[in-house]
């Protein structure tokens, strides 16, 4: 009983991983978002997405996780139009209702 149960719980866990893959690619990726127009060009952007999943998984695999969140170094300063929509935006949505 107790080795069904190791073998229940292996399985669970490596159909988890296959989970957590493909919700990535999904989410992150954007995986299914692909506009083109036939099944073969659907299934190349699946396997390049894939790819390019994996190439990114193993490189940061060894990295600690505050070097893979910080991305203070690469992140470009907002433009001036960006800034002033944003405060046109808030401008409008904290005014008074008449």
Known sequence: MADL???????????????????DLKEVWGAEQQQV???GSSI???NLNG??????ELASWDQPAPALVDRSD??????AATVE???GIR???SAPLA
């Open 91 to 93: 401008r409008a949505t």
């Open 44 to 46: 190349g952007c699946w």
């Open 74 to 79: 690469r992140l470009s300063p907002r433009s």
């Open 85 to 87: 929509r944003d405060a």
């Open 5 to 23: 149960l190791v073998e229940l719980l292996e399985t669970v866990a490596a159909r988890w991983a296959i989970e957590e893959a493909f919700h």
């Open 51 to 56: 790819w390019l999943y994996t190439l990114v």
């Open 37 to 39: 127009q036939t099944v």
